[in-house]
Each structure stands twice: as structure tokens, then as C-alpha cells.
């Protein structure tokens, strides 16, 4: 959760065709690389004043645009306007927003026509003014369109909960090494969208499953349209209530604890870049001073929760957290687990934590 950059991938109108009616499986290749949370400085952006006066859109319906209905016809003359009026918002600085323009199109069209009016998922109005708060406010192109591209999945997102991050990715395949991962039961603390929780449960045998828990009534609500978009209902079962609380009744149970939890430090927040700063949820960023408030709260939970055996893997903001975690654990708690290591991400940062229950 500490990279951003923020590179939402659409899919092309067949796709989205197929989605509707299966989840996809092809993994889709990463347009942009992600740059560090915290180094990320804001280049402001001073578009030309827009030749429309589209109102902010209270876009409330979290399903991605791409899984909407195409029930507006637009004439081809109105929509070569809109196109016209959003590249002039676009400033030379920023190329990457006429790559967004694009893909917004790609995911609004049901039907491309070079004479007949277009077949789109939204009306006009709502795409232009998507588009404006995009540019002009930086609100982070997945809220515009509703997903991002995660592992293999195409996973819906919007305002409220986390976009999740490519490095997160990485937590699955260390799932998947666990030995008789497939049939146990894990817990996935602070789900947000519930991507990690839904990718894991595709992979999980006749006997596993997932609790997927989290504070926010937001990322609870976007979490159950995932789980039941994958149809993976019968293997994740979501939970509303503050880290360990709502497990009351699996203590000594997990086979697995994952957990990405807000590891920003506070002091950091303000420095983050507006995409994030402005628009995704503190409760999703904020660690509290040096960022590791909910990170040691979970680390002295954890015992009760694991079987013996038991594995876990923390996300956190990088090197200096990830290994204060590591000796804290390892001598602390050393009666309790073992085999705690800081685990590298895609960038060579010790992004992860990972450990077993004695
Ligand atoms: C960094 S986000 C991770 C979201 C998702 N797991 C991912 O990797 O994309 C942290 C999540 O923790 C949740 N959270 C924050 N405080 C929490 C708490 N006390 N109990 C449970 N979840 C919490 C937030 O709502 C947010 O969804």
C-alpha cells in the first residue's frame, strides 16, 4: 500500500462481455510502475478551465463502469464534443491523462460505431464530470471507473476503501506456499476491497476458507460485491468489527493470519500524493505515530487466533518497520513463534513479515 501509481487497466467491451457472465483469468501486464507512498511529491496539475460545468458526480452505485448496463445512446457529434473538451482539460505535463482518457472510453462503450450514436454505460454528463474531478481534483482514476486490475482479478473498488496495491499481490503466493494452505482457515484483517481475501479463496481446497473482517462499513459493502462477482460466497466469509474481535469464536483455529493494515505514521500523511492524500480513506492509511500502532496490535493477537503451526504475513511501510517487527517478534514473543523473517517486494523493500506459531 505504500507505492502508488495509480494505473487502472480497463478492459476492452468483449471483455467486459465476458465478465459479465465469468470472472476472468488472464493476468493483465502492469502499464506503470508504482512509485514509493511516501516519496511521491504532488506535481500539481493546472488544467484549462473546463468548456463544460459539469457538478462533482455523487456516483454512489459501486459496480465498475464496465459492468453497467449500456443504456445510453449517444449521438457520434456529442461524443466527439465530450472527447474534444477532455483533451482540452488534459495540460502538456501530465500525457499519462489522455492514456486515462482512452481507457475511461474503453470501459464506458458497450459498442464502438463510426456513424451510429454510441452505446455507453453512463450518461454523457457523469463521464465528463468523472473526467473533471479526475484531472482537476485527482481523484484517483479506479474511483472513476470503479476497478483496478489486481493478480488476475478485476477487482471493484470506490470511494471509501483502498485501492489495492501491486506489491500486495505478493501475500497470496506466500499463502500458497504454506504447506495444507488449501484446506485451512485464514483470517484476512482490514480486507478493504476484499482482493486478498477472494484471491486466496480461489485457491483454497473442499475444506479451506477465509474470514474477511474489517472496520469500515464501506470496505465491508465493496468486499461483498467482490466475493459474490468471484461466486466464491461459500469459501469467504465476511465480518464486520475491529481486527480481532469479530473471531471470538476461531481462537486457535487459523491456519493464517494475513493482514495489510494502515502503516502510514500520521506525521507522513500530509505529504502523501493527493491521489491518496485527498481521496482514499485515512482509516485505510493511518498507523498512528511511526505507523505502527494497529501493527503491534495485531502482532499481540496474533497468538490467540494461530494454531500451532500457524502462519502469518504483515504488509508495512518498508525496511525500518518491517524489521523493528522482526526482532520485537522474534525476541518478545519468541516463546511463540518462530522462523520470523522480513520478506522482500518486487522493489527489494522489506515490505512483509512473516512468521509461524509455535
Ligand atoms: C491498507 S488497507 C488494506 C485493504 C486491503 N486489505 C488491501 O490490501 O488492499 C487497511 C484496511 O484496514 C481497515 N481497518 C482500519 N482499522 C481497522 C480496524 N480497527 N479493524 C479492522 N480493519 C481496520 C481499513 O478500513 C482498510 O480497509
Redesign the pocket.
Known amino acids: 500500500?505504500a507505492m502508488l501509481a495509480l494505473s487502472s487497466r480497463p478492459l476492452s467491451s468483449s471483455s467486459a462481455a465476458f465478465l459479465r457472465s465469468k470472472p476472468p483469468t488472464p493476468h493483465l501486464h502492469r502499464l506503470l510502475l508504482p512509485k514509493p507512498l511516501s516519496s511521491a511529491s504532488a506535481s500539481p496539475l493546472t488544467p484549462p478551465t473546463p468548456l463544460a460545468d459539469p457538478t462533482p458526480a455523487q456516483d454512489a452505485d459501486p459496480t465498475p463502469l464496465f459492468l453497467r448496463p449500456a443504456s445510453h445512446r449517444v449521438p457520434p457529434a456529442a461524443l466527439a464534443a465530450f472527447r474534444r473538451r477532455a483533451s482540452a482539460l488534459v495540460p502538456p505535463s501530465a500525457p499519462h491523462l489522455h492514456r486515462h482518457l482512452r481507457w475511461l472510453f474503453a470501459d464506458a462503450s458497450a459498442a464502438a460505431s463510426d456513424d451510429g450514436p454510441a452505446l455507453l454505460r453512463a450518461p454523457l454528463e457523469d463521464l465528463e464530470a468523472l473526467w473533471v474531478r479526475h484531472v482537476r481534483e485527482r481523484t484517483p482514476f479506479q474511483y472513476v471507473v470503479g476497478n483496478e486490475h489486481w493478480r488476475d482479478l478485476v477487482v471493484a473498488v470506490a470511494e471509501g476503501?483502498?485501492?489495492?496495491?501491486p506489491e500486495?499481490e505478493a501475500v497470496v503466493d506466500m499463502v500458497r506456499a504454506v504447506e495444507g494452505f488449501a484446506d485451512g482457515w485464514w483470517a484476512?484483517?482490514?480486507?478493504?476491497?476484499g482482493?486478498?481475501a477472494v484471491a486466496v479463496a480461489r485457491e483454497l481446497g473442499a475444506g479451506g476458507k477465509v474470514f474477511a473482517?474489517?472496520?469500515?462499513e464501506v470496505?465491508i459493502g465493496v468486499a461483498r460485491l467482490n466475493v459474490r462477482r468471484y461466486g466464491v460466497q461459500d469459501k469467504v466469509e465476511i465480518r464486520h468489527?475491529?481486527?480481532f474481535e469479530p473471531l471470538e469464536d476461531l481462537k486457535g483455529k487459523l491456519m493464517g493470519v494475513i493482514?495489510?493494515?494502515?502503516?502510514i505514521p500520521t506525521d507522513d500523511l500530509p505529504g502523501l500524493q493527493p491521489e491518496v492524500g485527498w481521496h482514499e480513506?485515512k482509516?485505510?492509511?493511518d498507523g498512528g505515530k511511526d505507523g505502527l500502532e494497529?501493527l503491534l496490535h495485531l502482532c499481540e493477537g496474533l497468538s490467540s487466533v494461530l494454531k500451532p503451526g500457524g502462519f502469518f504475513v504483515f504488509?508495512t511501510n518498508g525496511d525500518k518497520q518491517s524489521e523493528f517487527l522482526v526482532d520485537l517478534i522474534s525476541t518478545k514473543w519468541s516463546s511463540s513463534f518462530h522462523n520470523v523473517k522480513a520478506v522482500l517486494d518486487f522493489a527489494d523493500i522489506k515490505r512483509f513479515v512473516t512468521g509461524y506459531r509455535r
Open positions: 500500500m476503501v483502498l485501492i489495492p496495491r500486495t484476512d484483517l482490514g480486507t478493504g476491497s482482493a486478498i473482517t474489517d472496520v469500515s470496505a468489527g475491529s481486527w493482514s495489510n493494515p494502515p502503516y480513506p482509516l485505510a492509511l494497529h504488509e
